[in-house]
């Protein structure tokens, strides 16, 4: 999906702009990255929202990433062309 998401609407409905439905809950936008952003797909809002009715804990993988200007010197630090 391509999709512009602005700060201050995560947390919005992502809408399919031909069907008018949401396909998506906005999460997350990285500003300096071109636009880069991040969705929660519909289906696993479903998911989500009938076990919290459900009385169920909610749990979440965790992929441990960061972000890191790649400048020269970190470039060659980690083997890339610089």
């Not at 999906?1 to 409905?13: E, F, K």
Request: proline share 5%; aromatic share 4%; with cysteine.
């Amino acid at each position: 999906t391509d999709a512009a998401i602005n700060p201050g609407n995560s947390g919005g409905p992502l809408i399919d702009v031909e069907t008018g439905q949401v396909i998506g809950i906005n999460a997350a936008i990285r500003a300096h990255m071109e636009g880069t952003s991040f969705a929660i797909p519909i289906n696993r809002v479903r998911e989500i929202m009938t076990d919290l009715a459900d009385g169920r804990e909610i749990h979440h993988g965790y992929l441990g990433l960061g972000l890191a200007t790649c400048t020269p010197d970190w470039a060659k630090q980690n083997n890339a062309d610089s």
